[in-house]
């Protein structure tokens, strides 16, 4: 599809609106749209092989994967999950520890009072990411929110080596979210795994994943927002 990020942004937007997919939270517009279906994806995602296998799952803290988090714990796994905006850095949730929680712990109120924040030097190896998108392309591109939150969560994990290129990396989204290709920078983080309501894409990525942070994209005004930037600047 051609055009910018954010007209691709609010294209999805308004097509989720207008076609009545879109689920509360609402408008959908400036978030992570939920949508009618986002169970029945999620539900996809936690079948795979790759997800059964892993012992460390990061998913974003958006209302389409709740379902997710909510599963990774009802199976005992360990939830990482980023707090709104990176602003109280990462909570780490125990699903061995949360037998009857799951569903209210896999909330961000839930995540706030049953998860804790875990520091740099804690945070564990992840063995399979869940990312939120706007709109994801079969040439492995996704375009967020536009904030750049996925990204920098991202970087975070990849500069501690605690993510590597054969990380899976996988997004659940309605069938009208997925195009052919999307415009992508370099600090984009491709996904490999896409979850609609009717099926699974497995893609092959072309383009390789970033390295760690790319500190020449990011302002002042980004870092300072964002404290647990400033704590890995200084750690590096």
Known sequence: ???????????????????????????????????????EAGLKII???????ARVIKVNPDSPQRIVREYALR?????????PRLRKGFFILDGEHLKGKERYASTIKGAFKFGRPIGLDKLPKVDF???????????????GKGEGYGEIEYAILRELELVDDYTP???????IQVFKS????????????IATPKRIYRLQCRRSRPKGIYWSYLDDEKISEIPI????RKLL
């Open 75 to 83: 199976m005992g796994k360990i939830l990482l999950m980023p707090s």
């Open 182 to 193: 999307l415009p992508q920078d370099i600090y984009d983080v491709p996904v490999n795994i």
């Open 169 to 175: 990396i996988a997004t659940t989204v309605h069938d």
């Open 229 to 232: 930037l400033k704590n890995i």
């Open 129 to 143: 990411i869940v990312e939120g998108s706007v709109a994801v392309g079969l040439d492995c591109s996704r375009l």
């Open 1 to 39: 599809m051609n055009g910018d990020k954010q007209h691709i942004r609010e294209y999805v937007w308004n097509k989720l609106l207008e076609k009545g997919i879109a689920r509360f939270p609402l408008p959908p517009h400036g978030r992570i749209p939920n949508f009618i279906g986002a169970e």
């Open 47 to 53: 079948s795979l092989k790759e997800f059964k296998d």
